[in-house]
């Protein structure tokens, strides 16, 4: 199905969910053939932000694997569903020294995830599927689900110098 | 993103260029499972030169074709690693459950 033609999706900004100016704000369709559009708009907004080439790696993959999720599970493989992502820089100073990070948003308005699902597999098993969450906690600082309103949020955040675990120590403010 | 098959001896080597994702990687797991379980070739090296993105759903192809080698008592082995193919492998813990080789020579080494 061409993207292109779907049908105009549910009016995600009946919810107020973004009240501040955003670096990037993508609106896109649940075709995965649109995921490639995603790392392609990513990659020079992280490489901007001055994250190593590893980071940007990670950064680009958390987010391609959270849209993935949203098409294959909050979606269900339907193809014309609305999905935003907003970008934006991150500050914050610890211990005398200021941190560059990127803050991702992702919205979608298929039914509420039962947090208890939202449990990464064990992975001392070998089968295939369900690496995806796995692989978004291990590549961002911080992943934060919330039910806002009629919508599914996913923050993501990360660090250009940190390590594992220190994420939310230090005041975090957007620049 | 294209997959191709060539045969070198007595393996048979799958090329695939650009990337792999959500949108592609069941063709993967078909020209996998293709080689391993209906052609029953006894050794399959999957080229990823040209792949310079993997994700999990790509991850899990690798995985079906590595099962099924093992049922079918073939080899299942890569070559060419991305950085970010070997840390998608890595930070999934697959890495070390893989035949991983620099190149096609060594991929397809008696």
């Given at each position: 199905m061409n993207p292109i033609a779907a049908k105009q999706p549910r009016d995600m900004n009946k919810s107020s969910k973004v009240t501040r100016a955003f670096l990037l704000k993508l609106e896109l369709r649940s075709h995965p053939t649109l995921l490639c559009v995603i790392r392609g708009a990513l990659q020079p907004l992280v490489e901007m932000l001055g994250?190593?080439?590893e980071h940007n790696r990670e950064i680009i993959r958390a987010v391609d694997e959270a849209v993935a999720n949203i098409m294959r599970h909050s979606y269900q493989g339907r193809l014309d569903q609305p999905?935003?992502?907003?970008c934006n820089r991150l500050q914050r100073r610890t211990n005398g020294e200021i941190e560059?990070?990127?803050?991702v948003l992702l919205f979608d308005c298929g039914p509420a995830v039962d947090t208890t699902k939202l449990e990464a597999r064990p992975l001392d098993e070998v089968r295939p599927g369900?690496?995806?969450l796995h692989i978004i906690r291990g590549s961002m600082?911080?992943?934060?689900?919330k039910r806002a309103g009629r919508l599914n949020r996913l923050r993501l955040v990360k660090y250009?110098?940190?390590?594992k675990g220190e994420c939310g120590s230090a005041e975090e403010k957007p620049s | 993103m294209k997959i191709s098959a060539r045969r070198v001896e007595t393996a048979t080597i799958l090329d695939v260029s650009g990337n792999i994702d959500m949108?592609?990687?069941p063709e993967v797991r078909k020209a996998l499972l293709r080689e391993?379980?209906?052609k029953g070739v006894t050794r399959v090296a999957l080229n990823l030169t040209g792949v310079a993105y993997i994700d999990s759903s790509g991850v899990a192809s690798l995985v079906e074709g590595l099962k099924a080698s093992r049922e079918s008592g073939s080899r299942f082995v890569l070559f060419g690693l991305s950085d970010s193919a070997r840390e998608v492998l890595k930070i999934s813990r697959l890495l070390k459950l893989f035949e991983v080789y620099d190149d096609e020579t060594q991929a397809i080494a008696p």
């Open positions: 994250f190593s080439a999905i935003e992502v907003y560059q990070g990127v803050e369900g690496l995806g600082d911080t992943v934060q689900y250009a110098r940190t390590s | 949108s592609n990687s391993i379980r209906e």
